[in-house]
Every structure is written in C-alpha cells, then in structure tokens.
C-alpha cells in the first residue's frame, strides 16, 4: 500500500491567524515539495468559504507508485478543546 507523511505544523499555523478580514481565496502560506517530506506538488493553505483549508497531494512511498490527494478543514466538535 505505501505510507507518506504530512507535516501540518503550517497548517495549524494558519488556524492561528487572524482570518476575519480576509478575502475568499487568500493564500495564507504555501509549502513546496523537498527531499523531507512526500508532497508531489506545491500544497497551499487557503482561506475559502469561511474556512482555512489545505489541499495535498502526497507521493507514497515503498511502492512502484501512488499518490494519494487529501484535504484538511478543521472541524470543532462538542466537548471537545480548541487549538
């Protein structure tokens, strides 16, 4: 099946900035491909629909080939502690 990881330290970074008065679309930070970890492009951290999201696209390894596309959106649940 393959593994990869992901690195979300920029994304919870975003989560932390002040996203109020931000326009639909404004890219917050952006995180490029590199040796230290398995993105297969550049992923961006994005503030849309009301909402910091991070598309992904991460290359699999230990396996011919394979990528795997996901997307973060944090979701508040009751009971449950913030950031």
Not at 18 to 25: K, T
């Amino acid at each position: 099946m393959g593994d990869a990881e992901l690195d979300i330290s920029p994304y919870i970074e975003a989560l932390k900035t002040q996203v109020d008065d931000l326009a639909a679309g404004t890219i917050i930070t952006r995180i490029q491909p590199c040796r230290t970890n398995c993105l297969a492009e550049e992923s961006c951290v994005v503030f849309e629909n009301g909402k910091v999201v991070q598309d992904v696209v991460l290359r699999l390894r230990h396996v011919e080939c394979g990528e795997l596309e996901l997307q973060l959106e944090w979701i508040s649940l009751p009971g449950a502690k913030g950031l």
